[in-house]
């Protein structure tokens, strides 16, 4: 391999005006190797960005085709959602998590980023005393974003040293304050790809119960522990939710990764049938009328985008309607993810790398769509800067608000002929050290 020297590294970040690649974004890293490619001639081995790298849903695509030459492009959709969507999205609920959430509160939105970025803010609105967002991190950094971009204070901790039990006494650290508006965490975890367990969701809904705060349950990955069966409606076991163990709850499902449509930005938040309905004083006084759901849907979505695209919801709507009917088995394409992070981690492993994330309790994490590894004594920054010189590119953790070393690797882009390649880079990498 043609290498790359610590000046080219040094340049490349130099042009991109960023002076250290431990803080650096994912949109950074992606600008790097764009020029370090280009300049170089090196082929990257890009594990830094979250795309599905597999073709969309062909059940989707082909009714939201159809939708289109009908017209629906010429139509304003109503900001609820389709009714079919909405009756999707509850059936699809209660096929694959067994949870009852009506129609109405099946909401879609432009990407579950619009999923978030509505629901913070109608979160932060409900109660006065209650101004900050808890992260239970690591998370997606976009989400601290939204936060800011907001305008709300945000808390959180590094839940690598608090799985189990342990959970209690730190989650209620933060929610005695009081001032806790919601708690969001992704399950699947993006960045590690853990799962919290039922004991431990059980314990973020009763004291979220307790302290009358709303957890924002992220499921962009939703079924895609595959370490069990999650695909077969209507029947045991379901995907894990925080909906078993509180009622202050809402979920986020994307389009984007399950369906591989990430694209047509869709996605829909499923709020619980009480939060729908409970009425909060500040809503009241900012709206004039308190309910969380009407004013979710009728206020924050209607002032935002005025609704989600009409056949990207057609789409949606079959995906959901043909998963549910048993027709579409939609983990069996996204499974190559978990195939792809075996045969990956395996090639880090055997070049005395550690995966940083490695377990849920006492059991193996999931092989899915990321996964997070270490290298003995190097920082996280260092370990980036020093892939990058190898061609490979991966994110810091410290950017995903981990208090650990190392990287977030993706799956998504990793062509089959890239494993050789992977694994002669980081021999050369390991070899480089042992000098
Ligand atoms: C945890 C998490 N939430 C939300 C999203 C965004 O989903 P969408 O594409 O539906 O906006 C992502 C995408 O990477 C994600 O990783």
């Known amino acids: 391999m043609e290498s790359i020297s610590t000046q080219q590294v040094e340049s490349a970040q130099k042009q991109l005006g960023i002076k250290d690649l431990s803080k650096a974004t994912i949109r950074e890293i992606v600008a790097i190797a764009n020029i370090l490619e280009k300049e170089t001639g090196v082929e990257f081995i890009r594990m830094e960005m979250g795309v599905p790298g597999l073709p969309p849903a062909e059940v989707?695509?082909?009714?939201?085709?159809?939708?289109?030459?009908?017209?629906?492009?010429?139509?304003?959709?109503?900001?609820?959602g389709l009714p079919e969507l909405?009756?999707?999205?509850?059936?699809?609920?209660?096929?694959?998590?067994?949870?009852?959430?009506?129609?109405?509160?099946?909401?879609?939105?432009?990407?579950?980023?619009?999923?978030?970025?509505?629901?913070?803010l109608v979160a932060g609105q409900c109660d006065e005393k209650k101004d900050t967002i808890l992260f239970i991190d690591p998370g997606f950094p976009v989400q601290k974003q939204q936060a800011l971009v907001l305008g709300y204070k945000a808390v959180s901790f590094d839940v690598y040293d608090y799985r189990g039990d342990k959970l209690r006494a730190q989650l209620e650290s933060y929610l005695s304050?009081?001032?806790?508006?919601?708690?969001?965490?992704?399950?699947?975890?993006?960045?590690?790809?853990?799962?919290?367990?039922?004991?431990?969701?059980?314990?973020?809904?009763?004291?979220?119960?307790?302290?009358?705060?709303?957890?924002?349950?992220?499921?962009?990955?939703?079924?895609?522990?595959?370490?069990?069966?999650?695909?077969?409606?209507?029947?045991?076991?379901?995907?894990?939710?925080?909906?078993?163990?509180?009622?202050?709850?809402?979920?986020?499902?994307?389009g984007s990764k399950v369906f591989s449509y990430a694209g047509q930005r869709i996605g829909f938040v499923a709020i619980s049938n009480k939060l729908y309905h409970r009425s909060y004083p500040g809503l009241q006084k900012r709206y004039g009328s308190g309910n969380f759901g009407p004013v979710f849907i009728?206020?924050?979505l209607y002032a935002i985008s005025s609704g989600t695209s009409h056949s990207a919801q057609y789409a949606l709507a079959a995906m959901l309607k043909a998963a549910s009917d048993g027709d579409f088995n939609f983990i069996e394409q996204i499974k190559e993810y978990g195939n792809r992070a075996r045969t990956m981690k395996d090639i880090f492993?055997?070049?005395?790398?550690?995966?940083?994330?490695?377990?849920?309790?006492?059991?193996?994490?999931?092989?899915g769509f990321y996964f997070t590894i270490g290298y003995p004594n190097i920082s996280g920054g260092d370990l980036a800067k020093a892939l990058i010189s190898y061609g490979i590119t991966a994110i810091p953790l410290n950017t995903t608000g981990s208090q650990q070393q190392g990287l977030r690797a993706c799956t998504s882009?990793?062509?089959?002929?890239?494993?050789?390649?992977?694994?002669?880079?980081?021999?050369?990498?390991?070899?480089?050290?042992?000098?």
């Open 60 to 80: 989707g695509v082909r009714a939201e085709i159809k939708a289109l030459e009908q017209g629906v492009a010429a139509i304003y959709p109503s900001i609820d």
């Open 298 to 300: 009728h206020r924050a």
């Open 177 to 254: 304050k009081g001032n806790i508006a919601c708690i969001i965490y992704s399950n699947p975890n993006n960045p590690a790809w853990f799962c919290l367990n039922e004991e431990e969701l059980k314990i973020i809904g009763e004291l979220a119960t307790q302290y009358d705060t709303i957890v924002m349950e992220d499921l962009a990955y939703f079924a895609m522990d595959f370490r069990k069966d999650l695909a077969s409606p209507f029947k045991s076991p379901y995907q894990a939710s925080i909906g078993r163990y509180t009622d202050n709850y809402l979920l986020l499902i994307s």
């Open 349 to 367: 492993i055997k070049h005395g790398f550690e995966i940083v994330y490695d377990k849920d309790l006492d059991e193996d994490i999931a092989d």
């Open 86 to 120: 909405k009756k999707e999205a509850s059936r699809f609920i209660k096929a694959f998590i067994d949870l009852d959430i009506a129609p109405e509160g099946c909401v879609p939105v432009v990407g579950s980023m619009q999923g978030t970025f509505t629901s913070f």
């Open 413 to 435: 882009f990793i062509k089959p002929h890239q494993y050789e390649l992977l694994d002669k880079r980081l021999k050369a990498f390991a070899d480089s050290l042992s000098i």
